[in-house]
């Protein structure tokens, strides 16, 4: 028997229909697709940094629970004094490890969709159904299913993305308010792009019992760190941390975030750029001839080409040395868009120079 009978004997057949999350190479490329921030940190704070970083040892374990750095990201994050904080390999551990403690059969997770892919990816890796509510022509909560789906299917989890990744809208706030009070088990907002959008639920974290606020440093200019974090009720974060994995959070992670979170408004500057040349770019898409751009209150714009050009509009642009993100593919409301991180303005001004040309 060879290795390829064993793994189809083996491997749950939900697995191996999968196909592993896309991470295409962008070397030499302006690499305009994953909504990372694209400033590096001053020379003056990378000299500090690396000071810091002399009297780090890395012979002992880290500090399992993360405490120093637990702290300072509550603290940056306008955490509640009341709520509980869990930190993760980046959101997606988090996302993980809420899902592993409520799968059991019969059980299933929700989320409007199109939404953040991992949602869908980590319930089939946790043996859980995954329920996608399609999300209005527009790209807001089509309401009247969300509501069925809640009192019919009753999810054990309801995950918001809010802004929605890839569509970058904010979802209505009484909208969101209206789900928490419905759902029957957990709401978990996924605030992966608060820095660019202008609202919150974290102050909210006091008015419900069902409600967790996630979020990630990663858009804030530290993607390389993988530090996402979770905020809400103490009951709910303590059954969670049982099925963290020892010492998730590494010793360079740990002392590096501690001292980055330190010059949080280095990163603010950083976004409020970003978030000033998010509005030019919107213009400047909207100013060109077939192009449809979707109002975005993230560090990205999901827009709408042509019928039936999004594939060899992507190409051009590659051949360009540009890399965006192409979302033809996931078909549906998704039919014929692509999706631009915000760059540099050069970077920005390369982008639209290319799709000019290639239109």
């Known amino acids: 028997m060879g290795a390829g009978e064993r793994v189809r004997e083996w491997i749950r057949p939900e697995i191996q229909e999968l196909q592993a999350y896309p991470v295409p190479d962008s070397s030499g490329l302006i690499k305009l697709d994953a909504m990372e921030n694209p400033y590096t940190w001053p020379d003056a704070l990378t000299a500090d940094w690396q000071r810091r970083l002399e009297g780090v040892t890395v012979n002992r374990y880290p500090d399992a629970a993360a405490r120093k750095l637990r702290q300072r990201v509550a603290a940056a994050m306008g955490v509640p004094d009341d709520a509980a904080v869990i930190l993760g390999n980046g959101s997606d551990e988090l996302i993980q490890l809420v899902t592993l403690a409520v799968a059991e059969p019969g059980r299933a997770i929700m989320a409007p969709v199109p939404s953040f892919a991992m949602f869908r990816m980590i319930a089939t890796f946790a043996g859980i159904d995954f329920i996608g509510v399609p999300l209005a022509e527009d790209f807001s909560l089509d309401m009247e299913a969300m509501r069925a789906a809640l009192l019919e299917q009753r999810p054990a989890v309801v995950f918001l993305a809010y802004p929605n990744n890839p569509t970058g809208n904010l979802f209505d706030e009484a909208e969101i308010r209206e789900i928490i009070e419905l759902a029957p088990g957990l ?173």
């Open 187 to 359: 709401v978990v907002v996924d605030e992966a792009y608060h820095a660019f959008a202008g609202a919150s639920f974290m102050d909210k974290l006091g008015e419900y019992d069902n409600l967790l606020v996630m979020r990630t440093v990663s858009k804030l200019g530290l993607a390389g760190l993988r530090l996402g974090m979770l905020a809400g009720p103490e009951p709910w974060l303590r059954e969670f941390d049982k099925l963290r994995l020892p010492y998730n959070i590494n010793t360079l992670t740990q002392v590096t975030g501690e001292f980055a979170l330190e010059h949080i408004e280095v990163f603010e500057a950083q976004t409020a750029r970003l978030t000033e040349e998010r509005g030019r770019l919107f213009e400047a898409l909207a100013a060109l001839d077939g192009i449809e751009p979707f109002p975005s209150r993230a560090n990205f714009i999901l827009f709408r080409v042509p019928a039936g050009r999004a594939d060899a509009l992507f190409d051009a642009l590659l051949d360009a040395g540009i890399l965006i993100k192409n979302l033809h593919g996931s078909g549906g409301l998704l039919s014929d868009c692509l999706r631009v991180t915000v760059g540099r303005p050069e970077e920005n001004e390369a982008f639209l120079e290319a799709l000019q040309r290639a239109l």
